[in-house]
C-alpha cells in the first residue's frame, strides 16, 4: 500500500486539503493519504481557540465518505513538539507490514524556504518521498488570526524558486485553491460568507459547537 501523509493544523480542515489529497491519490497513485493533526508544530505558534479534540473531531468527519482518506493522531498522542522526522519513523514501523516504498510527504511550496532547518532534513528527504503540492498566497486577513513564525524559521524573507530546492521531490499539479484555515476563522468570527468553505460535516460542527466566536450563520 501506497501511503502518503498530510500533517497540518486543520484549523479548521477546509476542501481545499481534500482536493490536495484527491490529487495525491490519482495523481500520483497513492492508496492512501493519512491526515495528522499537529499537536506542536516547531516553526510555528499556532492560534488556537479551539481545543485539539474539536481539531481531531473536524478532521474525521471531513474524511470520513472517502476510503482513501484517514486520520493519524499520533502527534495528538504523543503531545511535545511535532516534529515529522519522529512521526514518520513511528508510521514507518506502524505500517511496516502494509507499506510500499517509501512513505510521501505532502508539504507546500511555501515550506521550500526553511525544510532544511527541519529535524533531521537531509535524513527525511531520503526516509520520505517528498510530495511538492503548490500552495496559493493566503488572503489577506487580520493579522490577530494568523498563526505567527518562531524560532529559526521567523526569517522568511528570502522565497526560494523550486529549483534551488536542494532535495529530490515529486511535483503535484494541483490546482491553486484560495482557501485558508486563517481566512476562514476570520470570516466566522466577523460573521462573513464562509458556508462552503469547508464540507458539510464540518460546518454543522463548527455551528452546533459555536468554534471560533460562531454567532449565526449569514
Not at 517528498?130 to 498563526?147: G, M
Not at 524558486?161 to 521531490?169: K, M, N, R
Request: glycine residues 6%; proline residues 3%.
Amino acid at each position: 500500500m501506497k501511503i502518503a501523509i498530510f500533517g497540518g493544523s486543520f484549523n479548521p480542515i477546509h476542501i481545499g486539503h481534500l482536493i490536495l489529497a484527491d490529487f495525491v491519490c490519482t495523481e500520483l497513485n497513492y492508496d492512501k493519504v493519512l491526515f495528522i493533526p499537529v499537536y506542536n508544530p516547531p516553526h510555528k505558534e499556532m492560534n488556537l481557540s479551539i481545543d485539539d479534540k474539536d481539531r481531531l473531531e473536524m478532521v474525521k468527519l471531513a474524511v470520513k465518505n472517502d476510503p482513501r482518506f484517514e486520520v493519524e493522531s499520533c502527534e495528538l498522542d504523543r503531545g511535545g513538539i511535532s516534529f515529522t522526522w519522529d512521526t514518520v519513523c513511528y508510521l514507518e514501523e506502524k505500517y511496516k507490514n502494509l507499506l510500499t516504498g517509501k512513505i510521501g510527504l505532502i508539504i507546500g511550496s511555501d515550506l521550500l524556504n526553511n525544510f532544511d532547518k527541519w529535524k533531521n532534513s537531509e535524513k527525511l528527504a531520503s526516509k520520505c518521498d517528498l510530495i511538492l503540492a503548490t500552495r496559493s498566497k493566503d488572503f489577506e486577513t487580520d493579522s490577530s488570526f494568523a498563526n505567527k513564525a518562531k524560532g529559526l524559521f521567523v526569517d522568511d524573507s528570502i522565497k526560494l524558486p523550486e529549483d534551488f530546492f536542494q532535495f529530490e521531490y515529486k511535483k503535484l499539479s494541483n490546482p491553486m485553491v484560495s482557501i485558508s484555515s486563517t481566512d476562514i476563522r476570520a470570516r466566522i468570527n466577523k460573521g462573513k460568507a464562509w458556508r462552503y468553505l469547508v464540507c458539510e460535516e464540518v460546518f454543522n460542527y463548527i455551528e452546533k459547537r459555536k468554534l471560533y466566536g460562531f454567532n449565526s450563520y449569514k
